[in-house]
Structure formats: structure tokens, C-alpha cells
């Protein structure tokens, strides 16, 4: 099994009210990000789902703060899997070989 360490490495505490306010900054009205009892007894989840914008959002945000003198030319990422709030939500980015040698950018493509 290969073993991929990413190069810039965070976590996030999400609670239920970052993602309420997350929901109305994104005007995101789907109940699975604020409504607990919905989300846990309705939809079957464990707790409430973190927004994958969210996620989205904390991943730029950790490569902007590792390197703040980088343009950041172009984003990609996929969730894997749900996050879900009360969990330490870990998350990484990982900038390719040609990124890293770029002079004109940076670019996410790992997203663990």
C-alpha cells in the first residue's frame, strides 16, 4: 500500500453553528447542515453533514496561509466521504511536481 503524506496538513472543530451560518453566508437552505433531529431520525446520518463548499473553502484557505505569496492559478477537490460536526475534521492539500516548480501558480489536487 502506498502511503501518501500531503504536503500542508490542518483540522477544523465544525459545530452546529458555524455550519448554520455557513448555510444562510451560502444560502443553503438543505436541513442535513442545521437541523439535528432531521438529519439524524429523517436522512439516518450520525450527526450533522459538513458543507462540502465548507471544506472547500478551509482547504484554500490553509494553502493561502501556508503560502502567502502564491497566486492560486486553479482549484480542485473531491469529497470522499461525509464529515459530520463534534468531529475534529481532519483535512490536506498536496500541490503536484509542476506546481511546485510553477512561478505563475498553485494548484490543490489532493484532497485526503
Given at each position: 500500500?502506498?502511503?501518501?503524506?500531503?504536503?500542508?496538513?490542518?483540522?477544523?472543530?465544525?459545530?452546529?453553528?458555524?455550519?448554520?451560518?455557513?448555510?444562510?453566508?451560502?444560502?443553503?437552505?438543505?436541513?442535513?447542515?442545521?437541523?439535528?433531529?432531521?438529519?439524524?431520525?429523517?436522512?439516518?446520518?450520525?450527526?450533522?453533514?459538513?458543507?462540502?463548499?465548507?471544506?472547500?473553502?478551509?482547504?484554500?484557505?490553509?494553502?493561502?496561509?501556508?503560502?502567502?505569496d502564491a497566486a492560486l492559478s486553479s482549484f480542485a477537490?473531491?469529497?470522499?466521504?461525509?464529515?459530520?460536526?463534534?468531529?475534529?475534521?481532519?483535512?490536506?492539500?498536496?500541490?503536484?511536481?509542476?506546481?511546485?516548480?510553477?512561478?505563475?501558480g498553485r494548484k490543490i489536487t489532493k484532497v485526503f
Amino acid at each position: 500500500m502506498l502511503l501518501i503524506v500531503p504536503q500542508f496538513l490542518a483540522s477544523a472543530d465544525v459545530d452546529a453553528l458555524l455550519l448554520f451560518c455557513y448555510s444562510a453566508l451560502t444560502f443553503n437552505g438543505h436541513r442535513i447542515h442545521y437541523d439535528y433531529p432531521y438529519v439524524t431520525q429523517v436522512e439516518g446520518y450520525p450527526n450533522l453533514v459538513v458543507h462540502g463548499l465548507l471544506i472547500a473553502t478551509l482547504l484554500i484557505d490553509l494553502v493561502r496561509r501556508e503560502m502567502p505569496d502564491a497566486a492560486l492559478s486553479s482549484f480542485a477537490f473531491r469529497a470522499q466521504r461525509p464529515t459530520f460536526a463534534a468531529m475534529r475534521s481532519p483535512y490536506a492539500a498536496d500541490l503536484p511536481p509542476t506546481a511546485r516548480r510553477s512561478t505563475y501558480g498553485r494548484k490543490i489536487t489532493k484532497v485526503f
